[in-house]
């Protein structure tokens, strides 16, 4: 560490004003502070700072992500071999899953730091380190046969247009990712829907043993085949045809219980949107037309990409609400809007997706209604 | 009249050369944005739109300069709906004599030109109080620069969309779908015009002084 330290120091005079490098200084100054905690001191303003900058903030996503990450790369190996009828042991699965995965997150990470990188040579800010959890992010919510030039075009388009037009890091309206997703979703449906997408190989078909079918449970869902769904526990366990990263519940609460621990995600939104996710099921439960409305409420919280989405997309904390009621709020719309789009409208099997970026728009909107009823019930407490 | 000044002054040029850039209908007036995220699915039709504008536009500017000392102001919107309705009707029925394919694929907005802001704009903003030569160039220049900016956009959408150029299949002659290209079917729906629209107007204001806004 300390022969590292040295070497920064080394090389720093080339990159300050007037130096060799002085146009790569944001450069410089991103890595520098990636490995070390930078030993600046406010001269002006605020002097008290939070321990927890962005980018240990951001670092802690990402380490919350790894456990989905690792399952999904297990499960892609898995799901493969059972497609061609092969038997695999836990190991190869998992090494054929993450050289099937490695690729993708290569990809998302070099066009996004690329693109990030330049941007703040060119604005002549510092590199923001936003991307470092969109990147690992989008390849977990693609499925895994999506052509490698997609993701990158997806992803270029998610930070240029989704966040660098807003002012980068911070400012945009959007949930990077998701924007990535949708992008996808409307630009190249036949790679991101039916029912070949979601297992490596099965688009090409070859070797694919007779009758096996690669449908995601919400497609069967959907197209009222109950008596296709897989059983609760796999289903939890995440042994399922489907997104990469989005599969395993249980892997995605462990991300979500080092969120909440380090309080970088709220548990209000986890836990408002499950709800609000439950009671619109229940609802549908209620009133029962067609077999996908007939499926227990809660088997909406385990299908599909509403786990992942509710505990890495929602708790986004730039385009979540900010205040504390309005998370309850967000949360709760999210999980409502997101069971609702995906029973009533046949066109979108996921409604996770929409329904978050829905409400990442509606976001400040609820926040502005929070305060101003705040400010009205303490005007009224004055007034009494 | 002895201060006559000539057909073409500097002026006169400007009046027809501001609304293709520093005073774009679109992207600096930000008017008429509907049709330009409707019609411009392809090239063809937004070609024909913006002909049928340049059209209406200025020929119903030269007849409301014309008139302009003798419409009374109470009622001059409805005047001048009356002449930009004929002048759409006209169009309408050529389209649909001549070219029928096109006008069916624009269907109702070809009708809807007469509620397009830009012509309304340009009628009581520039027509009711200039003479009808500059209202004739200024009225080529404003519907030259709302269709400028619809052949750019329905040219970009065609092409990455459908991978066609006015129907002519370029991408499969150059083979790229072999390598795994596919058709951005997100560029056929209507959200993307007004994408890349917002990326013109991006560009533009970043290229041109005048419009770059102090903070």
């Known amino acids: 560490m300390k022969s590292l330290r040295k070497f920064v120091d080394k090389i720093k005079p080339n990159f300050s004003k007037g130096g060799k490098f002085s146009k790569l200084h944001s450069t410089f100054e991103a890595f520098e502070s990636f490995l070390f905690v930078p030993n600046r001191v406010t001269t002006k303003g605020s002097h008290i700072r939070d321990a927890l900058d962005m980018k240990r903030a951001m670092s802690v996503v990402v380490a919350a992500a790894v456990p989905a990450l690792l399952f999904g790369m297990w499960n892609t190996g898995y799901q493969h071999n059972l497609s061609i009828g092969m038997e695999a042991t836990i190991w190869e699965n998992f090494v054929f899953g993450f050289l099937k995965v490695l690729p993708i997150i290569v990809v998302s990470y070099v066009v996004g730091l690329g693109i990030e990188f330049a941007v703040a040579q060119i604005r002549g800010h510092e590199v923001n380190e936003g991307f470092l959890v969109s990147g690992i992010l989008i390849p977990l919510i693609v499925p895994v046969d999506v052509p490698l030039w997609m993701v990158a075009l997806a992803t270029a388009f998610a930070v240029i247009i989704g966040k660098e037009v807003f002012g980068g890091t911070g400012m945009n309206i959007l949930n990077p990712a998701l924007t990535a997703r949708a992008f996808l979703f409307f630009a190249y449906p036949g790679w991101m829907s039916g029912d070949t997408v979601w297992i490596q190989g099965l688009t090409s078909g070859d070797g694919v043993i007779d009758g096996f079918s690669g449908a995601t449970p919400l497609a069967n869902a959907a197209a009222g085949l109950s008596e296709k769904l897989p059983s609760t526990w796999e289903m939890f366990l995440g042994t399922i045809p489907g997104s990469i990263g989005e599969t395993s519940v249980i892997a995605i609460l462990i991300g979500a219980v080092i969120l909440v621990a380090t309080g970088i995600g709220s548990w209000k939104i986890m836990f408002s949107m499950a709800a609000g996710g439950l009671a619109m099921g229940f609802l549908f439960n209620a009133f029962a037309v067609n077999p996908f409305m007939e499926i227990p409420a809660w088997h909406h919280l385990i299908m599909g990409g509403f786990a992942f989405g509710a505990v890495f997309m929602a708790t986004d904390p730039v385009t979540a609400a900010q205040t504390e009621r309005g998370k309850w709020i967000y949360g709760f719309l999210a999980g409502i809007f997101a069971v609702l789009i995906r029973v009533i409208n046949p066109a979108y099997p996921e409604g996770v997706m929409l329904a978050i970026l829905l409400m990442n728009v509606f976001a400040p909107l609820i926040d502005h209604y929070v305060i101003e009823a705040n400010i009205k019930k303490r005007r009224q407490r004055i007034n009494s | ?215």
């Not at chain 2, 930009?84 to 169009?91: D, K, R």
């Open chain 2, 1 to 215: 009249m002895s201060d006559r000044e000539p057909l073409f002054s500097s002026k006169n040029i400007k009046l027809l050369t501001n609304p293709l850039n520093v005073d774009n209908p679109i992207t600096v007036q930000v008017l008429g944005i509907c049709s330009a995220l409707a019609i411009t699915v392809k090239l063809e039709p937004s070609i024909v739109m913006a002909i049928s504008v340049i059209v209406v536009l200025s020929v119903s500017n030269v007849v409301i300069s014309a008139l302009r000392k003798m419409i009374p102001p109470r009622i001059r919107i409805i005047v001048q709906l009356m002449v930009i309705a004929t002048m759409v009707i006209l169009v309408d029925q050529v389209l649909k004599a001549f070219a029928y394919e096109v006008s069916k694929q624009l269907s109702v907005f070809v009708g809807l030109i007469i509620t397009n802001c830009i012509i309304m704009g340009r009628l009581e903003a520039f027509a009711m109080s200039n003479r009808p030569w500059p209202a004739f160039l200024d009225g080529i220049g404003n519907s030259a620069g709302y269709g400028l900016i619809l052949i750019i956009v329905g040219f970009l959408r065609e092409l990455l969309g459908s991978g066609e150029i006015l129907g002519y299949p370029v991408f499969e002659k150059i083979g790229i779908y072999n390598i795994g290209y596919e058709n951005n079917g997100f560029m056929i729906l209507p959200p993307m015009a007004l994408i890349i629209i917002g990326v013109i107007i991006w560009v533009q204001r970043s290229r041109t002084k005048e419009l770059i806004e102090e903070n």
